[in-house]
C-alpha cells in the first residue's frame, strides 16, 4: 500500500532528503508541513506523520496526531528529559517510533555492540574504548550515537558514568579494568563514524559504521513509517523496526 504522509519540517535539510526519495519507498508526501502551516486538516488526509523539525514543535504535532489517531514518527532530536517524557505519555494511544539515529547501519552497529558486549564482559580482559569522527562545523562532543554505544556497555559491564572516560591527556596513569574510553575527532567534512574497539592481548576488534549521506536518515524514517502503519499502540525504536532486538 502506497502511504500518505504528512512531513513535519518539510523544507529542512531532512524534510527535502525524504522528500526526494519518498517515491522509492513507496511512500507520498501529501501534506509537506513548515513553520507557521497549519495542519488540522490535511492531517486527516495522512496515514502517518513524519516529524524531523524542532524540539518544541513535537509536542503540538503529537496532540494533534493522537487527535487525529495517525501513527507517528519522531527524528527530531534536543528534547529535555521533562519534555520528551510530556510527549510519551501523550502518545501513548498511537504506535510511535521514535529514534535519534534512523540510520539502518548504525542501528545495526547497536546490535552487534550489545551482542559482542555480552560476550567480552568485565571478566573478558578486553579494553571497549569508542571512538567518533564528524565534520568541524559540530557542536556537541561525543555525539548522541556515541553516546548510545557508551551506554550499551557500560550497561553490559554493570559500569558507572564515572567510569567512562572522555579522552586522555597528561599522565591519567594505567588504564584501569572497568574504564570505557571515549574520543571524539573533529575535522573537515566528515559526515559520521562510529567505531567501537575491543582491545584484547595479542588481538584487537572493531566494529565501525561510517556515514557518507544523510539519506540514510531519510531512507530508515520512510522504512519505519511504512512498518508503523501496521502496529499496535505503543513506543517503538528503530531496532524493533528492523527486527533487531535481544
Ligand atoms: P533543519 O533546521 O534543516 O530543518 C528543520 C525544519 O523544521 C525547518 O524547515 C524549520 O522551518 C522547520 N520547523 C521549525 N519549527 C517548526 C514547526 N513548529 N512546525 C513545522 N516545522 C517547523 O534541520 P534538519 O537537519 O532537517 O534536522 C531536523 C531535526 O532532525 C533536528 O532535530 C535534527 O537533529 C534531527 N535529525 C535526526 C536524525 C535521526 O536520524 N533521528 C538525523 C538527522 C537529523
Known amino acids: 500500500m502506497r502511504n500518505k504522509i504528512l512531513l513535519c519540517g518539510a523544507k529542512g535539510r531532512m524534510g527535502s532528503a525524504i522528500s ?7 511512500c507520498e508526501i501529501t501534506a ?3 513553520q507557521g502551516d497549519d495542519p488540522s486538516e490535511q492531517i486527516h488526509k495522512c496515514d502517518v506523520v513524519i516529524d524531523f523539525s524542532l524540539a518544541d514543535a513535537t509536542l503540538p504535532m503529537a496532540e494533534m496526531a493522537v487527535q487525529a489517531a495517525k501513527p507517528m514518527i519522531i527524528g527530531t ?8 517524557q510530556r510527549i510519551i505519555q501523550t502518545l501513548s494511544p498511537i504506535p510511535v517510533v521514535w529514534a535519534g539515529n534512523f540510520s539502518t547501519g548504525v542501528n545495526i552497529l547497536f546490535y552487534l555492540t550489545q551482542q559482542v558486549s555480552r560476550v567480552l564482559d568485565s571478566k573478558s580482559d578486553f579494553d571497549p574504548e569508542v571512538l567518533e569522527m564528524h565534520h568541524r562545523l ?3 562532543a561525543p555525539s548522541g550515537t556515541a553516546d548510545r554505544l557508551l551506554e550499551i556497555i ?3 559491564r554493570k559500569a558507572n558514568d564515572h567510569d567512562i572516560t572522555h579522552g586522555r591527556s597528561g599522565i591519567p596513569g594505567e588504564r584501569k579494568i572497568e574504564e570505557i574510553g571515549s574520543h571524539a575527532i573533529r575535522g573537515g567534512d566528515i559526515v559520521g563514524e562510529h567505531t567501537v574497539m575491543y ?3 595479542g588481538e584487537r576488534i572493531e566494529l565501525t559504521h561510517r556515514a557518507t549521506d544523510r539519506v540514510i536518515f531519510a531512507a530508515g524514517a520512510l522504512r519505519a513509517a511504512k512498518w508503523v502503519a501496521q502496529q499496535k ?7 524493533d523496526v528492523l527486527g533487531l532486538q535481544g
Open 20 to 26: 526526494a526519495i519518498s517515491d522509492q519507498h513507496d
Open 32 to 34: 509537506p508541513i513548515d
Open 77 to 84: 532530536t534536543g528534547h529535555d528529559r521533562a519534555l520528551k
Open 138 to 140: 559540530k557542536k556537541d
Open 154 to 156: 557500560k550497561d553490559s
Open 199 to 201: 582491545a584484547g592481548i
Open 233 to 239: 499502540p505503543g513506543l517503538y525504536s528503530m531496532q
